[in-house]
């Protein structure tokens, strides 16, 4: 069984998924990944952001925006 490559956009949709979930650092790989796919890719790093503020780690999140 193949399975198709995941797209930038779903990648996005995962790693959102992610940080709804609380899974910080599944969220952060995600997005991380798709950074390197797409390295423009605005939703991805407020989403980076996002899940470090949820953290308390308002100086990280403030690095990614």
């Known amino acids: ?10 990648m996005l949709h995962l790693g ?5 979930l609380g899974e910080h650092q599944k ?7 798709l950074l390197d796919l797409v390295p423009n890719e605005t939703r991805a790093y407020y989403g980076l ?5 949820q953290l308390g780690n308002h100086e ?4 990614y925006l």
């Open 27 to 33: 969220a952060r790989q995600t997005l991380e990944a």
């Open 60 to 63: 990280q999140a403030r690095a």
């Open 1 to 10: 069984l193949q399975t198709p490559e995941a797209t930038p956009e779903a």
């Open 49 to 53: 952001a996002r899940g470090q503020t």
């Open 16 to 20: 959102q998924g992610y940080l709804q």
